[in-house]
């Protein structure tokens, strides 16, 4: 039997041996590549498989450095290291493995410990920039960083994500839940959002404590919501007297609203209307896409009235729009049908002030509802004829197909009916079926 190497090597020989596997004995061995960088290498022998595993970086190596403050692992120091090796080897420890086992732990607590620092802020702040560009409106984005900048960072804005229980939650809500319950609401459902988008990037686990079914709703009274009140709805009934009294009235904010009941439109949609989606020669008004609550374009019949409300503008802007005065649609401006005095569209609040003014108490958007009760209850126009004109957004697949087809008609003669009504012409018995009703 071969008598087994001890020691082979010595220091001074260390720096002069040439490239190759150098072995001091036990399993050690010095390393040289063709460059003349050196490293230490134990070769041990677990379950009939030999391995190799470096010294020069390994914990066991960098402890003696440190405490005999050398910048190389020396060959002392190496045999000392290896001799650890040889003793792990005879319990049956695999050393690389170990190592490997030890990398990935340190891994994992310091990934851990940095996730643990991140915090809710930078948990929301990426939320609104992944998602921003998805939200249609731009006040959107707006009132998620507005909310949340109020109501939510004061309080646990620089908290780590991890660590925000039920309690935060509550301290948030509470102050505001009965005197803002529509803000609460939506402060809730955005800190839910937050906390959902983190436990999705694994920074945080469990329960998600602004839940509201089955959590905060065990906890907080039920929000009290606005009915359809939130949309006071004029009775149709009295919408012609209303009508002539909103004619007498020489402002923009007048004529938008106007427009607003006689296209059924949206607040929204009506304000951002500009030249280029209207054609006063074919009587339409084309609302793009980007523009509407569902998505998707949107044709609106105008009514002759209608029409004499877009001249009238036209004539106080001025000829400033080369084409306007032709009657054809001008593609190229985009300046908006409703300005504002100081330049810009008319702001939503105008027509509401106006409406205060006029001790309505109803709303802009209310007078969707006037025009689908009339609607209803007035003439025999078909279900999916006022519910298009509506531009409400279709749930049955076979209906979806049907509103494909040549509707557009059957709505102009449906708003021209308005039309009349609201001027206080064709004002049908509820026990008389228009005649246009009647083939629509």
Partial sequence: MPKKVSNR????????????????????????????????VFRFMLKGKARDIGLSNCPEAAEIMAKENSRELTLAQ??????????????????LAERTERAAHALAT?????????????????????????WRNPKHRQQWAN????????????????????AHV?????????????TASRVRGR????????????????????????????????????????????????????????????ATAALALEFAILTAGRTGEVLGATWAEIDLE??????????????????VPLSKRAIEILQSIKALQGPSHRGLNSGSRVETS?????????????????????????????????????????????????HEVCEMALAHTIGNKAEAAYRRGSLFEKRRRLMDDWADFCNGEGVYDASVTPIRGAVA
């Fill in 9 to 40: 090597l010595k220091a001074i020989e260390v720096k002069s041996k040439p490239s190759g596997r150098h072995a001091d004995g036990g399993g050690l061995y010095l390393l040289v590549k063709d460059t003349g960088a050196r490293s230490w």
């Fill in 78 to 95: 190496a045999r000392v290291v290896a001799e650890v090796y040889r003793s792990k080897v005879r319990q049956g420890i695999d050393p």
């Fill in 110 to 134: 310091a990934q851990a410990g940095k996730i643990a620092k991140i915090t809710f802020r930078e948990v929301a702040e990426a939320h609104i920039a992944a998602n921003s560009d998805s």
């Fill in 147 to 166: 909310t949340l900048s109020t109501y939510v960072y004061p309080a646990i804005g620089d908290l780590p994500v991890a660590e925000i229980g039920t």
């Fill in 170 to 182: 509550l301290q948030i809500l509470e102050p505001i839940w009965g005197t803002k319950p529509e």
């Fill in 191 to 250: 800190i839910e959002t937050v906390l959902d988008a983190a436990k999705a990037r694994e920074y945080r686990t469990g329960e998600n404590p602004a839940r509201w079914r089955g959590h905060i709703d065990q906890i907080l009274p039920p929000r009290i919501r606005l009915s359809r009140g939130h949309f006071t709805a004029m009775p149709y009934d009295t919408l012609p007297e209303f009508m002539q009294g909103l004619r007498s009235r020489q």
């Fill in 282 to 299: 074919k009587a339409e008004w084309t609302i793009p896409a980007i523009r509407m609550k569902a998505g998707v374009e949107h044709r």
């Fill in 334 to 382: 985009e300046k908006p049908v409703f300005p504002s005095d100081r330049g810009g569209k008319l702001s939503g609040m105008a027509m509401t002030m106006l409406l205060r003014r006029m001790k309505a108490d109803v709303t802009v958007h209310g007078f969707r509802s006037s025009f689908r009760d009339w609607a209803a209850e007035r003439t025999s126009y078909a």
